[in-house]
């Protein structure tokens, strides 16, 4: 058998997200000698990347202080910003004044998918080498048990595990240091931080899901620079979210959906409720006549200081969602992203790319302590809405000294069974706007993988899901999968659990939400998955 074609570098980074991007180009900025490499799943650069996302410039501005010549392609002034509370699917109150964490002057309007795409060139412009399209499927050990960089999975597998004829195999790129910036819960990240236990003086981690659309708009109907946030309904009082109605230019509004994962209604569904939000009279009025031009969903990381594991191991350090530093309360990552990229290149090329040190340099940063100042609003939720508003203005105005930090508890772990929550009974069904089911929002977010490929969402036990889930909790996958992937199915063979893998956006809620922690999602062949548009 013969060996694996390998590749050396320097540094190489996994994932060309924005953290990924400004590592490589900072680092580049510090010593052009250094070779660089980021390999992205994506079959285009930006493809798969999803966020609101109304950014703050400031380390943008650090990174590329001329960036406003030739900025992104979406780039639009944030003019004002309103929060609405909804009571109902009628009725709403907005308020007097934008709670400070969602004050948005001086920030811009932008696409996160194109902002990426426009930093990538800027990249390769200094040196580094982009390659998207090559998904890395796992990490390489050095003989002291040090990661020593990712092999690239192979192409061309056919689902039976054989090869086809276009087969080509997976090579290895290996690295003196390799940099985790997959984003929210990466694959290979998952599996390092397992590896070296650096979740073990930290709370488990929790998320949300963002479910997003990009519509265009009769002329002259959107306000550019319109930034709009609301919470309650749809949402039951115990279950965390809201939604955002972003105004961009050419008529074009983002609109989103956010909701917590640790919401406890096995019958609940993030899918339906988004549907069910656009048709308030607030949200209505806006969309009606226009058209979707892109969706999606994925994962956004929520558990914030108290749940970010130790960002260093031997031979590979931890930046951006794959630490997990998104400020839940600003509903900003970005900003975070970019700095921690920054930040890594910095320790990285003065400590000659040893990882050692960089877990003290992070927390010791205002990345940190930006975390920190607001680790009490997301988890003082858990006890409703009400209280959690209540809290949030106490940790406001106190600036976040509380002598105390509120724990965070996984998200699985917080689903009742059927029997154990009533669920509350919706007052308003509507479908009048596309899309109305998940086939067709997975139509929208272009997702495409050969149907005879190995499926890359892992049950590791699929008696589970007919013996235990369907009594347990209603087999609770088919709602909290935005794309369809998972279909309880009765044909000739019995009651089985059918997995489309075709359908998935890579949103990871699966992985996450599964009750029975079952599900397992990994990378699938490089290129496949969605491929959005301005998302």
């Not at 426009?118 to 048990?145: C, H, K, N």
């Not at 309360?329 to 003065?350: N, R, W, Y």
């Not at 940190?368 to 203005?393: H, S």
């Not at 992937?485 to 599964?514: F, M, P, S």
Request: proline share 7%; hydrophobic share 40%; net charge negative.
């Amino acid at each position: 058998m013969s060996e694996r074609e390998t590749m050396e570098y320097d540094i190489v980074v996994v994932g060309a997200g924005p953290s990924g991007l400004s590592f490589a180009i900072r680092t580049k900025q510090l010593n052009p000698e250094l070779s660089v490499c980021v390999i992205e799943k994506a079959s285009t650069i930006g493809a798969q990347v999803l966020s609101g996302a109304v950014i703050e410039t400031g380390p943008l501005d650090r990174l590329l202080p001329t960036w406003r010549d030739a900025p992104p392609p979406i780039c639009v002034p944030v003019t004002h910003d309103e929060f609405w509370i909804l009571r109902d699917h009628a009725t709403g109150s907005k308020l007097p004044v934008t709670p400070p964490q969602m004050d948005n002057h001086g920030n811009v309007i932008v696409s996160l998918g194109a902002l990426c795409a426009w930093l990538a060139p800027q990249a390769e412009a200094l040196g580094v080498d982009v390659f998207p399209g090559y998904a890395a499927a796992e990490a390489l050990f050095d003989e002291a048990g040090a990661v020593a960089g990712v092999r690239i999975g192979d192409m061309g597998i056919a689902r039976d595990g054989t090869h086809k004829p276009g087969y080509t195999e997976g090579i290895d790129i290996r690295a003196r240091v390799t940099v985790m910036a997959e984003g929210c819960r990466g694959h290979i990240s998952k599996t390092l931080i397992k590896r070296f236990d650096l979740d073990r003086d930290s709370d488990p981690q929790t998320y949300g899901i963002g479910i997003k659309e990009l519509w265009q708009l009769p002329p002259g109907r959107a306000e550019p620079g319109k930034v709009v946030h609301t919470a309650g309904w749809p949402l039951a009082n115990d279950t965390y979210g809201g939604s955002f109605l972003y105004h961009m230019d050419n008529d074009r509004v983002a609109i989103g959906f956010v909701v917590g994962l640790d919401y406890p209604d096995p019958n609940f569904s993030p899918f339906e409720a988004f549907q069910q939000f656009k048709h308030h009279p607030n949200v209505k009025g806006l969309l009606d006549g226009g058209t979707i031009v892109s969706a999606g969903a994925r994962a956004i990381v929520e558990g914030g200081f108290q749940s970010l594991p130790k960002v260093e191991m031997p031979g590979a350090i931890l930046i951006g969602d794959s630490a997990g530093l998104v400020n839940v309360p600003k509903i900003k990552g970005t900003h975070q992203a970019i700095a921690s990229g920054m930040l890594a290149a910095e320790h990285l090329v003065a400590s000659s790319l040893r990882s050692e040190g960089w877990d003290a340099t992070l927390r010791a940063s205002a990345v940190m302590a930006e975390l920190k100042k607001v680790r009490n609003i997301r988890p003082g939720f858990n006890k409703g809405l009400w209280w959690g508003l209540i809290n949030a203005a106490w940790e406001t105005v106190t600036g976040g000294r509380s002598p105390w930090t509120l724990k965070n508890h996984a998200d699985w772990s917080a689903l009742h069974k059927l029997g154990q929550y009533e669920t509350p009974k919706k007052d308003y069904v509507d479908r009048t706007l596309a899309p109305r089911d998940r086939l067709a929002s997975v139509y929208f977010a272009a997702t495409e993988h050969d149907e005879d490929q190995p499926v890359h969402l892992k049950v590791a036990d699929t008696s589970i899901c007919i013996d235990r889930c369907t009594t347990e909790y209603g087999n609770p996958c088919q709602r909290f999968c935005p794309a369809g992937v998972y279909e309880i199915v009765q044909d000739e063979a019995g009651r089985r659990l059918q997995i489309n893998a075709a359908n998935c956006v890579h949103c990871k809620t699966c992985d996450i939400k599964d009750p029975y922690q079952i599900i397992t999602w990994v990378t699938p062949e490089g290129g496949s998955g969605p491929n959005y548009q301005n998302l």
